[in-house]
């Protein structure tokens, strides 16, 4: 029992990190219809500026954390301004392809600034405490708690604020909310600072639960597909669900499956989610 | 370098440009003919190259073998478990948009990768399998190298063959007007599904026979050798930057992009030794930017696609 407590909680963990990743994945595949492959990246690139504010020039580390937001909001717009927008007039598959290679481009630039090899915030030791048996770390519950935060202020910010009306709007429906006079470009801007801010914090939390390494958000962006598959594209809300989901399965699975086979999880619930119910569980879009 | 050790180079560099441009053939299928994105190329890949090695192999205590098969019908086996492979996720996706195919695809990319590592009984695990035999060796002496290039030539031609009358009959036609407008296609009575399947098997089929070529040429294949990320990647740039769509334009894209790729290392051989991973990762990064620079400029590619010349058929 106490183990299985002890995987949900990790499962929690898991689940936030992935949540906050698979929100920008849905947003921007509901509103620029493309599957954006460089999104993990973008959460590995909010991870290492955080590395570099806080481990490599020892400023404090909420100073890290917020510097980390808006460097890799400037990342995602740059590569939308350069790359994406110049094929929104052309077929959004070829946003895909343009994607795939961004994600190559920003992981050799991380890994020529930062190295090939793995890195940990602080090397200090933190003693894992215990509760009715439960290991966990300060750290651990911080994140949990800052994403459900997060998670609040996207929701009041999605139904109240008239930008929030009009993403949801666009990511429902293109064409619709286009003829009803939004401003699309004004939206697409505003999907990238939401896309790539929640992605900063997911990289971030990412490393301080583990390690930095170039690698470590293209691995996690399987499990923000599947997430944002489950949850319904288009669907912010949706996509948190499905994150905690994934998370809670992949944990849960090291009970059955060789621990090494945990990456495979999201993609076997994905697989039964598209042969079922392909619009995901809160039915969103499929097509 | 001396004449011959140019010469030999030369042998060498047009091998594995020859490999890859079979693995671009097939991604043409996929992706030129009929418009479907496939990110799990190197899986194939490695499916073809360690099908074709356990079968050919003989007995060993590291891995599944001692069939000792002759090479060609390792070759035929690397299509069929690639073929089938690709059947299983097509049953998925293919009735999807083709952002799910690419994302499954990545998702197949990743099992394929855990396998080979983690099933010792089956793969060797990061040790690999070793002692893969070379075809056509010895038959002239002392040309073995050069046989084998004759070898992915002549593959090269029959897939090519095959691939430009599959691209004028009937069933070319239909895919492309699958991709260029389903709605339409539909509409004319035209089971969509089936044909993307037939393309996307047909595929995977090649990029498997491409993996048993590179198999029995290096001689040893492990895990590491199948990158599944970069592997994929630059197969892609090459049938882009060839031209999609247009068989001559995948194979000449392979040699032009794979002269690129090796150009590079020319370019980062002269860094200093502690500098030489971070020059690997400026090679990678050099690849992504001309990908980016052909999607913006040149999207057609070198050699755009034409529609086929009609047939002349003799009474």
Known sequence: MIEILQLLLYGT???????????????????????NFAHGDLMAFGAYVCFLLYTQLAMPFWLGLVAAVPATILLAVVVDRVLYRRFRASRPIISLISSFGAALIIRSSIQIIWGPGTWLYSSKLVMAQRFEGIRYKPDQLLIIAATIVVVIALHLFLQRTRVGKAMRAMADNATLARLSGIDTERVILWTWVIG??????????????????????????????????????????????????????????????????????????MVLLLLVRPTGLFAGRST | MSLVGLASYLVFFLTLAGIYALMAQGLNVQWGYAGMLNVGVAA???????????????????????????????????????????????????????????????????????????????TGGVRGIAGIPRPLDGLIAGQNALLLLALIVALILVVHWALERAHRSPWGRVLRGIRDNETAARAMGKDSLVYRMQAFVMGCAIMGLAGAAYAHFVGFISPEAFDPVFATFIVWVMLIAGGSGNNKGAILGAVVIWAVWSGTQFLTGHFPAQYQTQAGALRV??????????????????LPEKPPAPIWRKE
């Open chain 1, 13 to 35: 963990l898991l689940g936030s990190i992935i949540a906050l990743g698979a929100v920008g994945v849905t947003l921007t595949f509901g509103i620029l219809g493309f599957a």
């Open chain 2, 285 to 302: 990064l050099m690849i992504g930017v001309l990908l980016q620079v052909i999607l913006i400029f040149r999207p057609e590619g070198l």
């Open chain 1, 196 to 269: 790539g801010g929640l992605a900063a914090l997911a990289g971030v939390f990412l490393a301080m639960d583990t390690r930095l390494q170039p690698e470590m958000g293209w691995f996690l962006l399987l499990a923000c597909f599947a997430a944002a598959i489950l949850g319904g594209i288009g669907k912010p809300m949706g996509a948190i669900a499905g994150g905690y989901i994934i998370g809670m399965m992949m944990e849960l699975s090291t009970l059955v499956l060789p621990a090494e086979y945990s990456p495979v999880v999201p993609f076997a619930i």
């Open chain 2, 44 to 122: 194939f890949f490695a499916i073809g190259a360690y099908t074709s090695a356990i079968l050919t192999t003989g007995a060993s205590d590291g891995h599944l073998g001692g069939f000792g098969l002759p090479w060609p019908l390792g070759f035929i086996a690397a299509m069929a478990v690639a073929g089938l492979l690709g059947l299983g996720i097509g049953i998925v996706t293919l009735k999807l948009r083709s952002d799910y195919l690419a994302i499954a695809s990545i998702g197949i990319a990743e099992i394929v990768r855990l396998v080979l590592k983690n099933e010792e009984w089956l």
